[in-house]
Structure formats: C-alpha cells, structure tokens
C-alpha cells in the first residue's frame, strides 16, 4: 500500500506543487492546531447537523454535505485564505490563468456504515472536455481524526498522468491518513475517492478547492455568496469568489438599469458598491497581471 508524503505546514510553495504535479497528493501536517478545529467545528456543527444525506451512491447514503461556507462561517473563511494554501495555489495554478477562484466549499462528513466511493477525479466536473491543463488544486481539512477505519480519502499517487481507460489495482491505492489540524492537498487529476467507514463515529472533513478563473465553479458562489454578503467580505476573498475580473474580458456585466440610469459594462466588484468610475477593461487586469509576477517571483519563477 503505498503511503502520501507529509510536509510541514510552512513547506515551501513550490516543493508542494512539484509533489503535486508528481504524486497528485500529499498532506500538511498540523496546519491548523487543536483549539482553531475546535472553534470550527463549534461554528459549524449546527448546519452540518441540518444537513440531509446525499441521494446516490456517489455522494453516499450515509454522507453528508454542506455548502456555502464562505457565506455562512468566518472561520472557515480563515481557511479559504490560508497563506500556505494560497501560496500553493499560486505556485499550481498561476502556470494557466491570469487569476483563480475558490471552486467548492463543503463539509464532508462520512457516517458509520457508508461504503467506500468509487475512484474518480475531481477534473471531470467539467466532463471529458478539458485536456491538457490542470485545472484545479484541492484542500481537505481533516476536522476529525482521518484514519483507514473511519473513511479517510483513498488516494492512487502517481495517478495523474493515466490514461483514462487506466484503473487503480488494490495495491496502488493509499489512505489520507492523518490527524486534525491537519490538510490533504491534492490536484484535480489524481484518483481519490471517500473511504469505507467502519467505525462508530464520524469522519469530517472541510473540501475547499481552487481552480482556474476562466472555468464554471462548481459551487456557484455568486448564489451561495450573493452580493448582500460578498461586499461585507475581505476583498481578496472577495476575489476568490469571483468578484474580480477573470481575465481582460471575462466577467464583467451590465447592471440592468432603466436607460441612461447605469453603465453599460463593468467589473463585478460593482456589484458590491465599490466605485469603479473611469474602468475600461484593462485597469483591472493589469492587477492581475502584476498579481502574477509577484507570484513568480516569489516562488522563484521567471
């Protein structure tokens, strides 16, 4: 059975994503420490609680999934605006857009007696469609103690560059073995699925993904995150959930006023009352832009 690689929390951004392109995963030990997963969870519990089980097979019977994190927990927005994760993001994901988006937040919590999930990749949100690219980097926060018993992520390292038609034989697939606190990190290309849970207690994990800011989100933030709520946001969090421009033309809009009443196109932070007098489609990506080649030079790149 092979095992994943661990790092320490403040791994360097780049070794994370040369693991990542290799392996497609591997997991950052105590990001998180015991008090903060405890506040968390505290926050959290009630909509988890709430929450209904899934209505197939492969979001499980005995599973359960919460949404809408950035709107309703400001801890777990602490999460989404990890340094070290961002960092990772920057490293992984910059290589193929001018700026990238939180793709998913959700509470995964594996009940006693759910089976294991069928091995898939992340990447085929998007169909068959997308090749040639990596398109997203995904985060697990183990809020419970993730073991082989209790359902933690199975995980095939090594996986990213199968073939499709490729399937993982019984030896090949490992456990995202770890404990509170801590984060499996892993791309959109590897296979993983949830794990069998055959304990008596629950396993929980927080799933907050980061993809590309050209492709549809998964989760759509602008629902689960409406306007009302993003603009009394931290405005990078604010850009992660897409109210920036994705890249020179991607994302603006025309506020459907009566006419001569409003502008005819502007970026979507107008949405959220910022004055945005004198845009003309370029302003905002040359942030981006120069966003970019902070990124790279701190991650060592040209």
């Known amino acids: ?120 990749r992340d990447r085929l949100a998007w169909g068959g469609f997308l090749t040639g690219v990596e398109p997203q980097l995904n985060t697990i926060w183990a809020m419970s103690e993730f073991t082989e018993e209790n359902g933690a992520t199975r995980v095939v390292p090594g996986s990213p560059g199968w073939p499709e038609s490729r399937r993982a034989e019984p030896h090949e697939i490992g456990y995202a073995e770890m404990s509170p606190g801590s984060v499996l990190v892993y791309s959109g290309s ?42 009394t946001l931290d405005p990078k969090l604010q850009a992660l959930l897409g109210y920036r421009m994705g890249s020179y033309a991607l994302g603006y809009f025309t506020p459907p006023l009566p006419p001569g009443a409003g502008p005819e196109a502007v970026p979507p932070q107008f949405a959220l009352g910022e004055d945005v007098a004198g845009w003309d489609g370029g302003e905002d990506l040359l942030g981006v832009l120069n966003e970019r080649q902070r990124a790279k030079a701190a991650a060592g790149g040209g």
């Open 190 to 231: 590897v296979l993983h699925a949830g794990g069998e849970n055959r304990s008596t207690g629950d396993r929980i994990g927080i799933n907050l993904t980061y993809a590309l800011g050209w492709l549809r989100q998964e989760e759509n933030q602008y629902l689960s995150c409406p306007p009302a709520i993003a603009r």
């Open 1 to 120: 059975m092979p095992s994943l690689r661990h790092l320490p929390a403040d791994a360097a951004a780049q070794t994370i994503a040369e693991i990542l392109g290799a392996d497609g995963a591997l997991i950052l030990d105590d990001v998180a420490q015991p008090d903060q997963v405890a506040a968390v969870m505290a926050e959290i519990r009630p909509y988890i609680e709430a929450t209904g089980p899934g209505r197939d097979a492969f979001s499980g019977f005995s599973t359960t999934r919460t949404g809408a994190l950035a709107a309703r927990s400001p801890l777990c927005r602490e999460l989404i605006l990890h340094p070290a994760i961002l960092a990772a993001c920057d490293a992984f994901l910059l290589r193929a857009c001018d700026r990238y988006q939180l793709h998913l937040t959700q509470v995964i919590r594996i009940r006693p007696g759910q089976p294991a999930q069928p091995l898939h």
